[in-house]
């Protein structure tokens, strides 16, 4: 499994979570990391990405509430997640930008549910 996730869970409205996802050793020239997600009977949208340089990207929904950190030395992506919504309820997959891959690594994808 190139991309491992974990940090998924059932929370209250309101309520914080922190999602984190690692890239196997096997994978080199990541840029780009971040996290989609898919509710049910959605397409897939982007939450938000990091760059290798730190430049990040959110969705207008997310943003203020969710916040992407990166550690580039051991593949490490986090999404903390704050002041959750219902709305935020999905499965929430984690993916991985490679220089020398055409099509991004993806994660086995963990739930998130938020309670009203």
């Known amino acids: 499994v190139p991309l491992v996730e974990s940090g998924g869970g059932l929370v209250q409205a309101g309520g914080s979570l922190k999602l984190s996802c690692t890239a196997s050793?096997?994978?080199?020239?990541?840029?780009?990391m971040g996290w989609y997600f898919q509710a049910p009977g959605k397409l897939r949208e982007l939450v938000a990405s990091?760059?290798?340089?730190?430049?990040?990207n959110y969705a207008d929904s997310v943003k203020g509430r969710f916040t992407i950190s990166r550690d580039n030395a051991e593949n490490v992506v986090h999404l903390q997640m704050s002041d959750l919504k219902p709305a935020d309820t999905a499965v929430y997959y984690c993916?991985?930008?490679?220089?020398?891959?055409?099509?991004?690594?993806w994660g086995q994808g963990t739930q998130v549910t938020v309670s009203s």
């Open positions: 993916f991985a930008r490679s220089d020398y891959q055409i099509g991004d690594y």
């Open positions: 050793e096997t994978i080199f020239g990541i840029n780009t």
């Open positions: 990091i760059s290798r340089s730190g430049t990040t």
